[in-house]
């Protein structure tokens, strides 16, 4: 549990699907419920709940209209703090692991965006990055002021190559970025490398909760040249209106990757929390150096 998170974990697509076998019911009754979330508000667009982050009340905003289905991962926002569901998740997990009144050194896979945002006002050393081409850095420093407010230097990181001293961080939050790196086993070994014994790692990605094995959408040849093996999928970014590619979903055995890697134990978790507008679906890898 965390603040009024229940958080299950599994270690394998055979302890998941023994869990659905044995719960069944919970399960469907999950799912139910945040299929026909906007039909049970009585105000559309507005989900009165409770923010453990902002320890208060607050209304989780989304945009899908009578007879539609909530977007669960990416909307739900908190009046706020302004979070989607995905990124309370993932703060609630990093609060978990590193309370903010720790000294723990947190590094975030991104700077841009309002996850950032609240961790660095929240905890004392935190760092993010971003990975882009160097004549993108100017407009990106000013997205960063002027939709976020954040007055600081854009940082470039390379996932498969990270700047940090081996064993220098406490955590580190990734939210959906691995899918579109296409090299993610040296990023997760990267992720082994920086982290100290005992420091946690958090991950978002897209995952395949029934399938062991993960999904190669695109690769990359010997000369550059992207290869398409299933029909190309861009993911949003403000940052680039024409997305970002999507090279993988993942499947069960990123869990063995990131073991391989130097990961002392990781695990798919499932958080449930109506009351802080976190329904199912809600997938949040952990692993601990």
């Known amino acids: 549990m965390t603040g009024l998170i229940d958080l299950v974990r599994f270690s394998s697509l055979g302890a998941y699907k023994d ?46 209209g009578p007879g539609q289905s909530v977007n669960l991962r990416e909307e739900l926002h908190c009046r706020d703090c302004g979070l989607s569901a995905r990124a309370r998740v ?3 997990l990093l609060k978990m692991a590193c309370p903010p009144d720790s000294a723990a050194k947190v590094y975030l896979t991104e700077q841009t965006t ?13 760092i ?50 691995l899918e579109h790196v296409p090299d993610y086993r040296a990023a997760a070994a990267e992720f082994a490398r920086v982290l100290k014994s005992g420091g946690q790692l958090v991950l978002t990605v897209p995952f395949l909760d029934q399938t062991q094995s993960t ?28 997305g970002v590619l999507a ?11 990131l073991r391989a890697s130097g990961f002392e134990s990781a695990q798919w978790c499932l958080p449930w929390a109506p009351a802080e507008g976190i329904f199912s679906g809600q997938w949040t890898l952990l692993a601990t150096r």
């Open 128 to 177: 993010g990055s971003e990975y882009f081409e160097e004549s993108a850095r100017d407009r990106i420093q000013a997205f960063m002021r002027d939709s976020l407010g954040l007055d600081e230097r854009l940082r470039f990181e390379d996932v498969t190559a990270l700047s940090f001293a081996d064993q220098t961080l406490d955590a580190i939050v990734s939210c959906d970025v």
């Open 90 to 92: 993932a703060a609630s």
């Open 247 to 257: 090279f993988y979903h993942f499947g069960w055995d990123l869990l063995e990757t």
């Open 19 to 64: 869990a659905l076998a044995e719960r069944s019911e919970v399960f469907t009754a999950r799912w139910l419920w945040g299929e026909h979330l906007e039909a049970a508000c009585r105000h559309s667009g507005l989900y009165p709940g409770y923010c453990s982050l902002c320890a208060k009340p607050t209304e989780f905003r989304f945009s899908a």
């Open 215 to 242: 999904l190669t959408r695109a690769r990359v040849l010997a000369d550059g040249q992207i290869e398409h093996l299933e029909e190309p999928e861009y993911h949003g970014d403000p940052l680039d209106p024409e």
């Open 114 to 126: 309002a996850l950032y945002r609240h961790v660095r006002r929240h905890w004392s050393d935190v």
